[in-house]
């Protein structure tokens, strides 16, 4: 048991210097003190909204403005603000004026263990729910320390230096003890007292030598409106007041004093609700205003469904159909979605499902009409249209790789290489694009060239470079815009494995040459001569189709770089498409 003189420090113990001063302030920064003396010395001190402790004390703080609060329950807190000099001591003396009458029965009895000098706030976070400090409320055998509280359940915060010691909720009934056990995460331990159920009347604070009563008072509140029912543009008047209660607001006015009143002209039926809270809880009061009168109208559509088809990116069927309305003892009118303010008419609407995904379209869309009058009263009507139809993927577009004989394009003959059956594949593909790209605006193309593992990786990098850009050109030719064609070089560093290149021809057996499949390892380097092609954004790949039974496949799968005279040859569609590349650089 600890002897104790308020405020709360143990006269035993006051020689250890349990009533130091804090240090509220960072070491890094320059520092001056606060000397603050307060009455009634039990008062604590907060800074900066943070609790500190309680009585007069010396604070060093940082240099610079700080709002200094003191509180005391049953008295009237006082802030202010205080300016702190480095080095020098800044004198403040705050003496608090009792405030609130005594506080009737029954109570329960909430105790604490561990941390005295913490601050213990109530159903808040803020100063204003301060109800005292631990070493208010720690002992209850011959002296009395009783944080008395009415029946319920309180949301509890134990807090020092901005620090949360312990919080959670703690009921309390009629006649028990509550004890909770700081050092021990807040164990709650409950046991009769008896005492709390006849307990006259408490006064709000009372402390001797070495005890201290602090009854909480329940909050209360009153809310009245003036006139209940209103004609247009008729103000009424609210009116509330409460006591106890820290923070007090009201739905649509925001916070509002403790006590006051304010005309207010609802533009429909309105609920105001009055919320006060405080440590001893929070309550509720409502009052509703009526608003006299009410807007007619009507919302109508020409049909009840119309169709739409949507291939990729483009639209090709898309019925409209026609929107009526109109109102009366209105002086607004909305229609939305399209936002016409007319207060009767009519529109032609086309619809858009918010579908995106391809499949079957069925949706309702619904058209809203909101009239409003000079009461504020508001009406609204709705009329639905449904949409049938669907969204279909743009038209499928079939990809092949492309490949190059040895070597080719060369540094010297950086246009020649592209032999006729893959200009015959490309011109294919640049249809397909082409056509794709019409319901597919995004659609892009990515060439990607590779070369075999044989040369260096330099040498390798520009070779897969000229292949890549080669086919650009056979495509811009080809009425494909360069902006919708990038190129990428693989250089030799994304290979296709041996197996890969096994299992890609026995997808295609009946085509497979013998002289190919006698050949592992040059058919294997074939196969990385070569130019890969995606389409983004859907990220689909060419399939690596080998062109076989082309004229021009032996010179594309020789390990040998072929002579230029034989690729020019094999190359003979080229020419036309550089004439017309040149005719486009004229």
Sequence with gaps: MQMRHLPFCSLVLSALSLCAAPVFAQSSVETGRLKIHVEPKQAYVFVDGKAIRDGSQTIELAAGDHKVGVYNYGYLPKTQDVQITAGKTTPVQVALQASGDKVPGPFADIEFKGHPRAAVLLNGQTPDYFVGHVDEFDWNWIWHQRLLVKPGTYNVTITREGNTIWSGAVTAKAGEQVTVDLNNNGAIKTKSWKEGLNMGPQPRFHAGIASATVPVAAVSAELSAQATQVDCGQPTTLKWMSTDAADTSISNLGDVPKDGDRAVSPMRNTTYVLTAKGPGGEVTRSVTVDVKGQPTASLSVSQAEVHYHKIGDKVV???????????????????????????????????????????????????????????GQTTTRTATLHIVGSIDPPPATTLASLFYPTAYPTRRHPKVGLVSSEQNTLSNAATQFKTYSIYDDKATLVIVGHADVRGSAKYNKALSERRAELIKEFLAAKGIPAEKIQTRAGGKDQQIDMQTVKTLQSKDEPKRAEWMAKHEKVTWLAYN??????LEPSGTTSERIYPVESADAHILWQRPEPSLKKVEMASKEISSVQAGLGQAGK
């Excluded at 001569?529 to 995606?534: H, L």
């Design 317 to 375: 069927e898309q019925d409209t159909a026609v929107l009526h309305w109109s109102a009366s003892n209105a002086n607004s009118v909305r229609v939305e979605p399209f936002g016409s303010n007319a207060m009767s008419g009519s529109q032609t609407v086309k619809v858009t499902p918010t579908q995106t995904a391809d499949g079957p379209v069925n949706e309702n869309v619904n058209y809203t009409l909101t009239a409003t009058n000079a009461c």
């Design 529 to 534: 001569r070569r130019a890969d092609i995606v």
